[in-house]
């Protein structure tokens, strides 16, 4: 069984490239919509969400968690990975590894304040492509527009425009460095068009799960993914149905409805 | 392809030929076939080089590889024992290669080289030119030869609402000549270090317009001229970046012209060096970043923080006591920018960090963060102040104790060390959340409480109106579990899937012992064993009521043993307001379950499945996670937090 844990809806993205590439494993998911979004939480909080979540995936039985959250990825590079008795995928490592060999030269990220304040994403980035230009940007709007379920509205499309403005013109690529983002994809490819390749980190983040679960082994699983939730069970269940197409996974809130 | 030891006499001179880099022809052996290499206007010469898979073998303490390294201010470290070689470079990023493994890290991003590290007697040879580029040396063909040439290899430019921070990082110690600073301008030129960067134009972020980036010198010793145009208004300031090849340059759009990249949050934190040191010697490397596939280190260091209690002190001081499980060396250090910080080496948190702001006391912020890799962990305790206050050390029996006073520091000391007291785990500190111990027995003081979902497998338990009781407490089991593990217990189920869980051990000894119904009490005697054995705090086991007659219905909480009624009292108490059934009270009653565990159990009817107004709540999910949630409040009513269960277990 696979862990996976995201502030809220955005790591649905993660889980439904695992599911893409054909992972078959049980999975558990983890929704911490009570602290969503972390993006513009302090370094200690994220830090403290991110061991309280490990701890919970690793409670339920997980036998490796799979990070679908960035924010407190890139915080826990910068100020170190909390314990964790299973092994941890992440995945702003994992997104900064996949530029290693490509002609991406002028590389941009959107992501949360967190992530951009940590610096993470052009360390992982700069790791596998020394000669590169990494452009970050906090959008710190997008990530309360898909939670609150707008991600298709015209405020959704005119708040992508704006970071999209917001960004030099001769971007090469741009990262989804938050995984709320990708469900945002549309608006992105239509303000930056199709020079700039969109680049979604839960692909990598996807195939070095499958690694992972070679490398170790991982039993099989029927394929069934349990959803948990802090927050509002009846809208996170909507937003599953919606997004990941999983119609019989069940979730379960963490709170009283 | 082992060398024979001739080699090893090759190498001794052409080590001492190295050591002042004559120029000229002296080629040693194995570096025939390659092109001869250049770096900073001299020959760089390996005693031992040999051209592979479009690479170069050097190995590690090659005269002509540790002068390139120490030009960098790169170190290396290999022990003959391990499989690892890692190069921690100036800006202590670690790039770490495994013996027989082509592919390699970098700060914790796997990468590939194009051979495999291979040992060769007690040294082992590296991918020169691979290792180079992670340094930010690029290898450039000039006519025959290979130019090696450090380059300003990485430029982040990064935006959060009217701040922009610009990082550049260069190989090498970033040597300014010439600098042309007006307020919205900035020029700095760059020597000894091309770039392959291109210019960046507009929008980025409210404070900056365009940044440039110009190569000129010559093939040899290049210079790289950066150009960073602010937008009107705006102001910047240079600050050091981590390491001296690193320079950070801030930019703050004008206040008036707040323009909003994207909506906010209202104080944006600076860029910058939020967290660590500056150009701190002793910073522990930052080797511990996991891999992609790496699990992310163990920390176990020497001796536990197990309380930090901050308090007011004298004169509007701040006073921090940390109590510590051992005592332990300690570095702590001043920063330019007021911030002062303390490292308790080869200590560990048991808990998650935390971050605090005193309200009292003459400090904007304390931090308490683990850091370090498993082998180098520490706990760092950081305060931010408004000036460069005195901050006295004082080990204590207990272990530490930092006293921040209002006063303007007494001496201009930036950094010592010193040893902390402390003494084995004192019973009544302990912080938050630590990690749970899977296997510790220990009665009252144990953190972990068994969820029995009834029935199972073949035993489907009562089913009626198309519902299926071992379904129902399964997934009311489920809930509770997720419930209790974020109220920090270690949970475990007699079991998690639709089985009916029974020992061969149990079914044979029933059946020895000449018990009625051996077959039964083997499958729930197998239940009991799973609290018993790990001596569990509580026991919760969960069914569905029938009864012949529809009109029963309700909630009823079975108890047997006298310690188990306060139990079943604080359940009845909680999970009848939580899940608004009726309550049919706590009664006693001989269930196998409740009579044969040893710590306080409680059996709960949640409801009855031949009751329809039950049923329709059984059918709901929101119903069942009242059910688990009430019951979780009558865990957290009767044992508290499992923080305050944990003090035996640390003993």
């Known amino acids: 069984m696979i862990g996976l844990y995201d502030s809220g809806l955005g790591g649905l993205t993660v889980l439904r490239a695992l599911r893409a590439a054909g992972v078959d494993q049980d999975v558990v998911y983890f929704a911490d919509q009570a602290h969503v979004p972390y993006g513009d939480r302090s370094d200690a909080q994220i830090l403290g969400y991110l061991s309280d979540n490990l701890a919970l995936l690793v409670g339920l ?48 990220v959107v992501a949360t304040a967190a992530t951009v304040r940590s610096g993470s994403y052009g360390r992982a980035i700069r790791a596998a492509a020394p000669d590169v230009t990494v452009v970050e940007l906090a959008t ?38 938050c995984t709320h983002y990708p469900l945002l994809d549309g608006w992105f490819a239509q303000a930056l ?65 | 392809m082992n060398r024979s030891p001739a080699h090893r006499s090759d190498r001794a001179f052409a080590a001492l030929a190295c050591l002042s880099l004559v120029l000229g022809p002296l080629a040693a052996r194995g570096q025939e076939r390659a092109s001869p290499l250049w770096f900073q206007g001299t020959r760089l010469i390996f005693s031992h080089a040999v051209p592979l898979a479009d690479d170069l073998a050097v190995p590690t303490r090659d005269p002509g590889m540790r002068h390139f390294l120490e030009r960098l201010g790169a170190t290396v470290s290999y022990d003959p024992q391990q499989r690892y070689v890692v190069v921690t470079s100036e800006d202590r990023r670690s790039i770490v290669f495994t013996l027989g493994d082509p592919t390699y890290a970098i700060g914790g991003v796997r990468a590939r080289a194009p051979f495999a590290p291979r040992a060769d007697g007690d040294d082992v040879d590296l991918p020169f030119f691979t290792l180079a580029r992670a340094l930010y040396v690029e290898p450039l063909v000039d006519g025959g030869e290979t130019v090696l040439q450090p380059r300003i290899g990485a430029l982040d430019v990064r935006t959060d609402g009217p701040h922009t921070s610009v990082s550049v990082t260069g190989a090498m110690p970033l040597v300014t000549d010439g600098q042309h600073d007006s307020p919205e301008r900035l020029q700095l030129a760059f020597v000894g270090q091309g770039s392959a960067l291109g210019p960046l134009r507009d929008a980025l972020g409210p404070a900056v317009s365009t940044i440039d980036v110009a190569v000129g010198g010559t093939a040899r010793v290049p210079t790289t001229t950066l150009t960073i145009a602010g937008t009107p208004g705006s102001t910047h300031r240079i600050v050091s970046g981590p390491a001296p090849d690193t320079l950070i340059i801030v930019f703050d759009a004008p206040s008036s012209g707040a323009v909003a990249v994207a ?62 499980s051992g005592a332990v060396p300690y570095t702590w250090h001043r920063l330019p920018d007021h911030r002062w910080y303390v490292d ?67 001496d201009l000391l930036r950094a010592g060390s010193g040893q902390t007291g402390g003494a084995p785990l004192v019973a009544s500190s302990v912080m938050p959340g630590p990690e749970p111990t899977p296997s510790a027995p220990s009665g009252p003081g ?14 489907h338990g009562t089913e009626h109106n198309g519902l299926s009781e071992k379904a129902i407490t399964l997934d009311i089991a489920d809930r509770l579990r997720a419930l209790l593990l974020a109220q920090g217990w270690n949970v475990r189920m007699t079991r998690e899937t639709d089985v009916d869980p029974v020992t061969a051990a149990n079914l044979a000894r ?27 705090r509580l026991f919760i086991s969960i069914h569905v009521n029938s009864a012949p007659i529809s009109s029963a219905r309700g909630t009823t909480f079975y108890w047997y043993k006298p310690q188990d009624l306060p139990f079943a009292q604080a359940l009845e108490k909680s999970v009848i307001p ?10 006693h009653e001989n269930f196998y379950v409740i009579r044969h565990t040893t710590m306080p159990a409680v059996l709960i009817e949640t409801a009855f499945i031949t009751n329809l107004e039950d049923v329709g709540l059984l059918r709901q999910p929101a119903f069942l996670q009242r059910l688990a949630q009430g019951i979780a409040n009558g865990v957290k009513a009767y044992a508290g937090s499992p923080a305050a269960n944990a003090v035996s277990q640390q003993q």
């Open chain 1, 61 to 108: 039985g997980v036998a490796a968690v799979v990070t679908a959250c960035n924010s407190s990825c890139a915080i826990a590079q910068q100020v170190g990975w909390p314990s964790c008795a299973v092994p941890v995928l992440d995945i702003v490592a994992t997104a900064g590894a996949s530029f290693a060999g490509t002609p991406l030269r002028r590389i941009g």
């Open chain 1, 140 to 177: 710190p709007a997008l990530v309360p527009l898909v939670e609150r379920g707008d991600a298709e509205s015209e405020a959704a499309r005119a708040a992508v425009a704006a970071v999209a403005a917001a960004l030099p013109p001769d971007l090469d690529g741009l990262v989804y460095g």
């Open chain 1, 193 to 257: 068009g199709p020079r700039v390749a969109r680049i979604d980190p839960a692909l990598a983040q996807a195939a070095a799960a499958i690694r992972l679960i070679a490398e170790r082994r991982l039993p099989r699983g029927s394929g069934a993914t349990t959803y948990y939730t802090n927050g509002d069970a009846v809208a996170f269940e909507e937003a599953v149905r919606r997004w990941t197409g999983d119609h019989t996974g069940r979730v379960i809130g963490l709170v009283a409805p």
């Open chain 2, 263 to 324: 909506r906010t949050p209202p104080t944006p934190p600076p860029l910058p060096a939020e967290v660590g040191p500056i150009g701190s010697a002793l910073t522990p490397p930052p080797s511990a970043e996991p891999g992609p596939t790496a699990a992310p280190p163990i920390v176990a260091g020497r001796a536990t923080v197990t309380d930090l209690e901050i308090a007011p002190g004298a004169d509007d001081a701040l006073s921090v006591q940390v109590t510590l």
């Open chain 2, 344 to 410: 308790l080496a080869e200590a560990t948190l048991t808990g998650p960090g935390r971050e605090e702001h005193p309200s009292f006391g003459a400090v904007q912020s304390v931090r308490v963060a683990q850091i370090g890799g498993d082998d180098a962990p520490a706990v760092r305790i950081a305060f931010t102040m408004s000036a460069d206050q005195q901050v006295d050390l004082a080990p204590s029996a207990s272990g530490l104790t930092i006293t921040v006073s209002t006063a303007p520091a007494t």
């Open chain 2, 446 to 459: 144990s953190r972990i409480i068994v969820i029995d979902p009834g029935h199972g497998g073949d035993d």
């Open chain 2, 510 to 536: 029933m059946r020895a012992d000449g018990v009625a119904n051996p077959t039964d009490r083997a499958y729930l005697q197998t239940r009991c064993d799973v609290a018993n054995d790990v001596n569990a």
């Open chain 2, 578 to 587: 939580a899940a608004a059934t009726q309550d049919d009270g706590t009664r």
